[in-house]
């Protein structure tokens, strides 16, 4: 199968002024829909225009990549976060919104997406693109000892009861005849970075290998749900993107062949826009038919990246997957938080375009 979606991105847009302002003071919920409205049709329209045959409407609606799921869903207390460490030149991030700790038992009280997906089907300029984060990203952020463990003994106690709802989602968006749906997996970086593997064996108190192995069957069980014929799904891989901070580094060389291998997607959205990311070399484990979206443009900087070393850079992966298994992307979304990174709707929009003539260079 030919690959799809040469220029791609991974979803997230920054939110404009009026929106944020609006949920800052509270508007009502009728004037909060008509400026997401407003506002998904307008980068619906600007994605046609710079050439994307593939769309999201930016995830305007959501506070965080996150918040489909704790939004539709009883059991978190929004009040409380486990703390992260975030990086970016030794600076903290600052506060943004973030996700509770679970303290009851999890009880969905309506569809994850239903608020998103009938506005931007019925108004999409191109294949409709649908992201909800991996089940693997709750009990690392969301389990906190002496709290949840009085609902969910363990953290994998907690993964599994995620993992049952999020089937419910991934199975009704494949019934719903969307054609691409993206998990969004940052949790994985934890399996490269030494700092985290140590994490997990201290606070989460697993075996980091163990986990890894249980991680992949949680995330390939929400993917069954929703395989049939004509769904791509595929599985987006970073280190952090909060505020253009980040919290893991490391290439993806201790995991490659077990994630790679695992993973049963179609395509894999994968970050390698600095020294963090390590080499290409990991690129040998992807299987035959599976393709790779390099994310070579920062989402984090606003300056932006030459053509030329695009080009360099994807002649390079090259080496590792065949070029007509490769597409192009930016490494992350541009708002992992309804904050946003620290640059402009002008430098997103010219990254943005950049990935799109830099793809049709390359592919036609």
Known sequence: MATPHRADHVGSLLRPRELLEARRAGADADRLRAI??????????????????????????RRNFMS???????GFDLSGAVDRAWQSGGAAAP????????????????????????????????????????????????????VTDAVYPTPSDLLWAVVDIMKQEMAALAADGVPYIQIDAPRYSYY????????IQSEMRMDPDAALDEAIRADNACLAAARRPGVLLAMHL???????????????????????????????LLEYDDE??????????????????????????????????????????????PLDRLALSPQCGFASTMEGNLLSEDDQWAKLRLVVETAREVWG
């Open 68 to 74: 489909d799921f704790t939004d539709a869903v009883e």
């Open 238 to 268: 970073c280190r952090g993107n909060n505020r253009s901070h980040w919290y893991a580094e490391g290439g993806y060389d201790p995991v490659a062949e077990k994630l790679f291998g695992g993973l049963q997607v179609d395509r894999f």
């Open 276 to 321: 963090r990311s390590g080499t290409f070399a990991p690129l040998r484990f992807v299987p035959r038919g599976t393709s790779v979206v390099l994310g070579l443009v920062s989402s984090k900087r606003p300056q932006l990246e030459a053509k030329s070393a695009l080009l360099a850079r994807i002649e390079e992966a090259a080496r590792y997957v």
């Open 36 to 61: 997401e409205d407003a506002h998904i049709l307008r980068v619906l329209a600007k994605q046609r225009d710079l050439g994307f045959d593939v769309v999201t409407d930016g995830e305007l609606r």
């Open 192 to 199: 490269v970075d030494p700092k985290w593997r140590r994490w």
């Open 95 to 146: 506060p943004s919104s973030v996700t509770g700790v679970v303290n009851a038992p999890l009880r969905p009280v309506r569809r994850l997406t239903a608020h998103e997906l009938p506005f931007l089907r019925a108004h999409a300029p191109g294949t409709v693109k649908m992201t909800l984060p991996s089940a693997t990203q709750f009990p690392a952020i969301a389990y906190k000892r002496g």
